[in-house]
C-alpha cells in the first residue's frame, strides 16, 4: 500500500467519524434555520416559491386548453373526399 493510497483511507476513516457524529445529533435544522435568517425574508421567500408555483400552474393550464382546443378543431374538420379523375 502507497503512501496515496494510506492517506486516502485514513480521510476516509475520518470523514465516517465525522458523518457517524453527524448523524447521531438530533435535528434542529427548523431552528437553526430561524436564526439565520429574519422572519420577513422567510415570509418572501415563502411568498416568492407561491409565485413560482403559480407561474407553473398557468403553464400548464395554459396548454391543456390549447391541447383541448386542438383536439375540438381536429373533431370539427371537413372530411376529405377523393375524386377520381378519368
Do not use: C, Y
Amino acid at each position: 500500500m502507497n503512501d496515496k493510497t494510506r492517506d486516502q483511507a485514513a480521510r476516509i476513516r475520518e470523514l465516517e467519524e465525522r458523518l457517524s457524529q453527524l448523524e447521531a445529533r438530533p435535528v434542529r435544522s427548523a431552528g437553526w434555520l430561524r436564526t439565520l435568517m429574519p422572519a420577513e425574508a422567510s415570509r418572501h421567500f415563502r411568498a416568492a416559491g407561491r409565485e413560482q408555483l403559480l407561474g407553473m400552474r398557468a403553464l400548464v393550464d395554459f396548454w391543456i386548453k390549447r391541447f383541448e382546443e386542438s383536439d375540438a378543431k381536429s373533431t370539427s374538420r371537413a372530411v376529405r373526399e377523393e375524386i377520381s379523375i378519368e
